[in-house]
């Protein structure tokens, strides 16, 4: 549970946009994730481990369970990929600090093809950049947003009032509320946002539910006392969901981080979670 935490902090430290508040804009390219991903390309193991902060250790987080920097070489050394053509959706560079959101698409010595979501932090340490930590989700089931450039949690929302409304239609519509807290910055937000938008997802969002985003702030304080309100542990990552009746009474919240990793969900797992809490049947 620590190490997760640590994780957590980590990337909530380098991913909000307070730390990015005094960033250039977003940047075209980050010559060290370059060195990185020719490093991979030549399956030199001296030198892509050379690329792994060691002090603190680098943090790797694949498919929701905490590695060391050793898992994260050996599965791209084991790879031994013949091409890898990289997408950036989000590339933010400061003087000490990067954040690197990457799209992959591998063709490896087998000739398969592999695709992956790869989440990085480097951090300047002396003259060398260095991974920090790493979240990769490999062959993700659910579309993978390009960008993150939708305004899921606008800053002047008023949620408790977007609540209300929402409240008061679900009464009328017959439907559950279902909340969905997290911010802009959340790479997992915007997966799971383009997820219910899916055309074999988004009617059973439309007929069920009226959806409000409770926004958490580029601090992860914003709305604490909704988050308590409804039962939503910050802790534990975000997107958080809560879904309640139109009175306001819970009748679920993600007390464990259930959709936090929304990246490595399926469809059909989202699919059995909106049909569990749908209202029930007059």
């Known amino acids: ?33 370059e060195q990185w991903k020719a490093t991979v390309l030549a399956a030199d193991s001296v030198a892509l481990k050379s690329f792994y902060s060691t002090d603190p250790a680098a943090q790797i987080r694949i498919e ?17 990929p013949k ?6 959706v989000r590339l933010i560079v400061r003087p000490a600090i990067a954040s ?5 698409e591998i063709t490896g010595a087998d000739g398969k093809q592999i695709g992956l979501t790869d989440d990085q932090v480097w951090k300047k340490q002396g003259d060398q950049w260095r991974l920090v930590a790493s979240e990769r989700t490999d062959a993700p089931q659910l579309p993978q947003p390009a960008d993150m450039k939708k305004n899921l949690y606008p800053a002047d929302a008023d949620a408790r009032a977007e609540i209300k409304e929402a409240e008061e239609k679900s009464a009328k519509e017959h439907k559950r509320l279902l909340l969905v807290f997290g911010a802009n910055w959340c790479f997992d937000c915007h997966v799971l946002d383009l997820a219910f938008h899916r055309a074999d997802l988004a009617p059973l969002v439309e007929a069920n539910y009226e959806v409000v985003h409770v926004d958490i702030g580029p601090d992860g304080h914003k709305n604490e006392d909704l988050a308590r309100e409804f039962a939503i542990p910050l802790d534990k990552g975000v ?12 009748v679920f919240s993600s007390k464990n981080g ?19 809490w749908k209202p029930e049947a007059r």
Not at 4 to 18: D, G, S
Not at 64 to 80: E, I, N, Q, R, Y
């Open 1 to 33: 549970m620590k190490k997760a935490l640590n994780f957590a902090a980590v990337i909530l430290i380098f991913a909000n946009p307070a730390v990015w508040s005094q960033s250039p804009p977003p940047a075209d390219t980050f010559p060290p994730f």
């Open 64 to 80: 929701t369970v905490m590695h060391d920097a050793g898992a994260d070489t050996s599965f791209w050394l084991g790879l031994k």
């Open 83 to 88: 091409s890898m053509s990289t997408e950036f």
């Open 100 to 104: 690197v959101i990457f799209r992959a």
């Open 239 to 250: 997107p958080a969901i809560a879904v309640a009746e139109s009175n306001g009474t819970v």
């Open 258 to 276: 259930e959709v936090e990793d929304a990246r490595g969900l399926s469809t059909r797992t989202l699919a059995d979670f909106l049909n569990k």
